[in-house]
C-alpha cells in the first residue's frame, strides 16, 4: 500500500512540476516577444527621425533654391538694363517669366517627392507597428499553448494518480 501511495505522489508531483516549467516557458516565451516587439517599434522613432531629416532638407534645399533664384533674376535685370533694354516688355520680360516657372516647377517636384517619402515613411511606420503586434500575439500564442500542454500533464497525472489509488483499493476500488 504505500508503494502505491508513493507512486500517487510522484505522479502527482510530476504533473505539478510538468505544469510548473510549462509556465516558466509560457513566461519566457512572452518575455521574448515582448522584447522583440520593442525593438521592432524602436523603428517607428527611427522613421520618424529620418522624416524630419528629409523634411528639413527639403526645406533648406528650396530656400536656397529661391534665394538663388532672386540672385539669378536680379543678374538678369542687372545685364538686360547695363544693355539699355527696357526689361518691363520683350524678351527680358519673358527670360525673366521662364526663369520663375523654371523655379516653381522644380519646387513642385521637391513637394511631390516629400510628399511620396512621407507616404512612405507612414507606410513603413505601420508595417512595424503591426509587426511588433504580430510579435505579441504570436508570443502569446506560444505562451497559451504551453500552459495548455502544462494543465493537460497535471490532468494526465491526478488521472494517473487516481488510476494507481483505485487499483490499490485506497478509494474503495478492487485490489490487485
Known amino acids: 500500500m504505500s508503494i502505491q501511495l508513493a507512486m500517487m505522489g510522484l505522479s502527482l508531483l510530476g504533473g505539478i512540476n510538468q505544469q510548473n516549467a510549462a509556465n516558466r516557458a509560457a513566461a519566457a516565451q512572452q518575455r521574448i516577444g515582448e522584447f522583440n516587439a520593442k525593438i521592432i517599434e524602436r523603428d517607428v522613432n527611427l522613421l520618424e527621425n529620418q522624416r524630419t531629416i528629409i523634411n528639413n532638407n527639403t526645406l533648406i534645399s528650396n530656400t536656397r533654391k529661391r534665394t538663388q533664384f532672386r540672385k539669378v533674376q536680379g543678374e538678369v535685370v542687372a545685364n538686360f538694363a547695363y544693355a539699355g533694354i527696357d526689361i518691363a516688355v520683350g524678351t527680358p520680360m519673358a527670360v525673366l517669366r521662364e526663369n520663375a516657372r523654371e523655379l516653381e516647377y522644380e519646387i513642385t517636384i521637391d513637394k511631390f517627392n516629400n510628399y511620396v517619402t512621407n507616404m512612405q515613411i507612414n507606410d513603413a511606420q505601420e508595417d512595424s507597428k503591426l509587426t511588433a503586434q504580430m510579435s505579441r500575439m504570436e508570443a ?11 494543465t493537460a500533464s497535471l490532468i494526465s497525472s491526478l488521472g494517473q494518480a487516481a488510476k494507481i489509488g483505485y487499483n490499490s483499493g485506497m478509494f474503495g476500488g478492487t485490489t490487485p
Open 140 to 150: 502569446g500564442a506560444g505562451a497559451a499553448a504551453m500552459r495548455a500542454q502544462g
